[in-house]
């Protein structure tokens, strides 16, 4: 199973990006896709996760409201719309896929994406 992560780049504070991520390879049993995130010097967080199951959306306080997440099971693809995006979300931004949605919201799984950087610059 592979998850590739794209749509990062170099932005300005208030600009908006779209991450998107997709998995590939033999089926495996998901039902939950989310982000984390991880600036040099620190833990990764958890940015947002989707649950398949129900079409649920969570997000971590510092991004809710102007990040939004969606997916499309038949594609094994999520969708990350950061708006207004702020300094200190520079990051380099994984996604990750698990079997149950607490997994993906505590980052316990083994299938990871290679990670997308976000630059936002003043």
């Known amino acids: 199973v592979q998850l590739q992560a794209s749509g990062g780049g170099l932005v300005q504070a208030g600009d908006s990006l779209r991450l998107s991520c997709e998995a590939s390879g033999r089926d495996f049993e998901k039902d939950a896709m989310g982000w984390f995130r991880q600036v040099p010097g620190k833990e990764r967080e958890f940015v947002s996760a989707f649950d398949f199951i129900g079409d649920n959306t969570y997000y971590s306080d510092a991004v809710k409201g102007r990040f939004t997440i969606s997916g499309d099971n038949a594609r094994s693809a999520i969708f990350l719309q950061m708006d207004n995006l702020k300094l200190e979300d520079t990051a380099v931004y994984y996604c990750?896929?698990?079997?149950?949605?607490?997994?993906?919201?505590?980052?316990?799984?083994?299938?990871w994406g290679q990670g997308t950087l976000v630059t936002v610059s003043s």
């Open positions: 990750l896929a698990a079997k149950g949605l607490w997994a993906v919201i505590t980052g316990a799984t083994d299938y």
